[in-house]
């Protein structure tokens, strides 16, 4: 199904988890706070919200799309944790852990090395938290 994250097509307190995979990047402050209010909707009471942020790479590497192509692509933020959790707050959420991690696992191989040298260029943010 695809559907605009500030008006999920869902009744109230249906799921017991939602998951925010690189969605929430794409959007401005304004719009991520009406997102999170659909997520805390569709929640039940207690129901886990994880969320994974794109990375600083994925900025630039659109930014560089956007020179390139001598056009607007899709654009994304780079916020830091701060605003991701404050927004969560204001809508509803307790926060239960937040994280920082790569997509791929450590494995000894040169892209994977290489993974690892870029760290905090390419390390997704994990936030997960609970409706209350």
Sequence with gaps: MVADARALPFRDQVFDGVAALGVLNYLAVEDMRIALWECRRVLVAGGILVVRTGTLLNRLGNMARAVYYRRKVAETNYYPARVYLGEMERVGFRTLK???????????????????????????????????
Excluded: C, E, N
């Design 98 to 132: 937040v994280f920082h991690s790569l997509d791929t696992p450590w494995q000894l191989t040169a892209r994977t090395l290489a993974k690892y040298v870029g760290y905090l260029m390419l390390r997704a943010l994990w936030i997960v938290a609970r409706a209350i």
